[in-house]
Every structure is written in C-alpha cells, then in structure tokens.
C-alpha cells in the first residue's frame, strides 16, 4: 500500500498570497496517477487535478501541480476566499487507492 | 449532467450491518471500464478509500476493511451498493459514493452514518 504523506497540516494565508501544498508517496506512483481534491464542509470533495498536472473541467488556472515520482506540490498562485478548503492529494495508480491525510487552508 | 445520490440509514448499532445505497442518474453502472467506489470521511480524519466494484461484477477492497465489506451493484436499478458489517463507533463518518474512471471524478454529497447505541 502506498502512504501519502501531505505539508503542513495546516497552512495559514492571506487571500492573494501564494499557497504550496505538499504531497509525498512512500513509493513512487505508478504514471504519475496523483489527483487533488478540494473539500468544504459539508460538500462533496471537487476533484481539481488529475495525472499530477492536469486541471479537471473548470477548475481556474491558480491552480497547478508539479512533481513527479514521489513528490507533488500543488500550488494556488493568488489565493481567493473561496479557496480556503481542506485538501487532499489521491494516489490512483495502485489498483488499492490511497489518500493523504490532507491540508488545510486558513484564512490567516 | 452524471449525478450520485447516497441513501441509508443514519443510525446503526454498534455489532450490526451498515447498508448504504448510491443512485446513479446520467450515466450507467454498466458502461464498461468503469467503476464505482465507496470513501469515507470519519470526523476529524482524513479520506479513506472503502473499495470498489466494477462492471463486472469483481471488487478490490482496502486492506484494512476488507474482512467486513461487500460492494455490488444492482443494474436494473442503476444503482450499487456497500455493506460493512460488525460495525464499531470507529465506522462513525460521511460516507460518500463516486465515480471510478480510473480516478474519482463525481462523487455524491455524501450520508452521514453514526454508530451508536
């Protein structure tokens, strides 16, 4: 099983600042099959990335994922109010999927 | 516009069977190369994926649940199913049904389960 490892836990900004969130595998992730979701109470997880580097349909262009192996960042260039979230990365390239323990993103 | 709806109980029972259902609209469970999946979100944790079914019929399953879960699915509903037996208050969490296209890309709002007595 692959263990996501997700910095910092919790990340405290202010709206237009720059976020970098981390996401480290245990192993390397097979195709680079990393995803990021954005979670608000009481809503369903938004999937935002996909194949490490590809932002799903709408999702704004702040946000961008590097990485490859075993390290992956997602960044939010310029943070907007709506961005405060919790997030989660999603390793899916082991048929057993796994997830990080999340960030979350406060208002500082 | 694909959509997934959980429906269950709220409460169960500590030992006791949690059935959880989740309704599809916009697509169908059958379309080949797709899944379905089961996660969870326990409060104060973090996701945790429950396990899949796919089309045809075979399911995978995360190790650590593995011994007390079933995942099927109910085609002339449209709809697929998860049964997590001996239940504990550790199964307390929103638990939320999604899409499986190789990622989770729709998911449910999500149904909330509390064990308790």
């Known amino acids: 099983e692959i263990v996501l490892t997700q910095s910092p836990g919790t990340l405290s900004l202010s709206p237009g600042e720059r976020a970098t969130l981390s996401c480290r595998a245990s192993q390397s992730v097979s195709s680079n099959y990393v ?17 490490a580097s590809s932002r799903a349909t709408g999702i704004p262009d702040r946000f961008s994922c590097s990485g490859s192996g075993t390290d992956y960042t997602l960044t939010i260039s310029r943070l907007e109010a709506e961005d405060f979230a919790v997030y989660y990365c999603l390793q899916y390239g082991s048929s057993l999927y796994t997830f990080g323990q999340g960030t979350k993103l406060e208002i500082k | 516009q694909v959509q997934l709806q959980e429906s269950g109980p709220g409460l169960v029972k500590p030992s006791q069977t949690l ?17 379905w999946s089961w996660i969870r979100l326990p409060a104060g944790k973090g996701l945790e994926w429950i396990g899949r079914a796919y089309t045809t ?6 190790p650590s649940l ?13 709809q697929f199913s998860l049964t997590l037996n001996s239940v504990t208050a550790a199964d307390t969490a929103v638990y939320y049904c999604a899409r499986d296209r190789l990622l989770l890309d729709v998911w449910g709002r999500g149904t909330t389960v509390t064990v308790s007595s």
């Open chain 1, 35 to 51: 995803a990021w979701y954005q979670k608000k109470p009481g809503q369903a997880p938004r999937l935002l990335i996909h194949g």
């Open chain 2, 19 to 35: 059935s959880l259902t989740c309704t599809v609209s916009g697509d169908s469970i059958t379309r080949g190369s797709y899944s």
């Open chain 2, 57 to 62: 019929g075979s399911t995978t399953f995360n």
């Open chain 2, 66 to 78: 593995k011994t007390r879960v079933t995942i099927s699915l109910d085609t002339s509903k449209n």
